[in-house]
């Protein structure tokens, strides 16, 4: 088990910015932010390859929210920028439970284990 605590979220206008972190108790291969909707199953938003910083971003968010890692403090940070409404979902990060390949299938929610308490973001209209 590996405990994960989210901080940061809150709420912001749309075009807005927001950053959010997460600390880890040892690292992976990779690491992963994700999200959820009410109502919606969790989703992958960004992830990032520890060894080369090689980053995956779903679709809807490139341009928008950038990964990164401190390796010397064992967190994983994201931040989000010009934010879209459709942004409002809480927020996890989590560590890889399983081997990924670079590219979309990177955002896997199922590849990630150990969710930690999560941060609310919304984004107004």
């Known amino acids: 088990q590996v405990q994960r605590v989210e901080s940061g979220g809150g709420s912001v206008q749309a075009g807005g910015s927001l950053r959010q972190s997460c600390t880890a108790s040892?690292?992976?291969?990779?690491r992963g932010w994700l999200r959820q909707a009410p109502g919606e199953e969790r989703a992958g938003v960004a992830a990032?390859?520890?060894?080369?910083?090689?980053?995956v971003y779903a679709d809807s968010v490139k341009g928008r929210l950038a990964i990164a890692q401190d390796n010397a403090k064992n967190t994983l940070t994201l931040q989000m920028n010009i934010l879209k409404t459709e942004a409002t979902a809480m927020y996890y990060c989590?560590?890889?439970?399983?081997?990924?390949?670079?590219?979309?299938?990177?955002?896997?929610?199922?590849?990630?284990?150990?969710w930690g308490q999560g941060t609310q973001v919304t984004v107004a209209p």
């Open positions: 989590a560590p890889a439970v399983e081997y990924i390949h670079l590219g979309a299938g990177a955002l896997a929610s199922a590849k990630y284990k150990y």
């Open positions: 040892g690292a992976t291969m990779w």
């Open positions: 990032r390859r520890s060894m080369d910083g090689s980053a």
